[in-house]
């Protein structure tokens, strides 16, 4: 049962490739070079290699909601990029229940993310809302 205080901790993705950041340069249609140009990424922007997207992350937090929940329960989901994202990161997502309430004759949890890199720098928070189906397990 989703309790206040139930809590799931899951590694969303180990060793992020290069090739998972291409990949979604390509689904998304964000070419910007500090995704996709190593060159312009390190000679031009000073960083130390290519950076993933920044919705990379926020998805990969957000399939913690949606196994959880289901696609269809996330009524709110809102996100806080704190740090880049590089290839080669493991990241790992907990979302933790904060609240519940009823509304409109079903029941709501309010929830937080936060998702940290394999060193543990918090690289995305976040806020969530989702309607509880019968039997969702925490």
Not at 2 to 10: A, P
């Amino acid at each position: 049962m989703t309790q206040v205080g139930t809590e799931i901790t899951r590694v969303m993705v180990t060793d992020l490739k290069r090739t998972q950041i291409v990949m979604y340069a390509g689904a998304s249609g964000d070419y910007n070079p500090l995704h996709t140009d190593e060159p312009y990424a390190t000679k031009i922007a000073g960083n130390p290699t290519v950076m993933a997207h920044g919705m990379i992350t926020m998805g990969l937090a957000g399939r913690v909601l949606t196994d959880w929940f289901g696609h269809e329960n996330i009524l709110r989901y809102r996100a806080r990029f704190k740090a880049p994202v590089w290839p080669g990161d493991t990241i790992t997502v907990t979302a933790k229940v904060t609240g519940l309430a009823e509304v409109d004759g079903a029941r709501h949890a309010e929830l937080t993310l936060s998702a940290v890199n394999a060193v543990g720098a918090e690289v995305l928070s976040g806020t969530a809302t989702a309607r509880v189906p019968d039997g969702a397990a925490g």
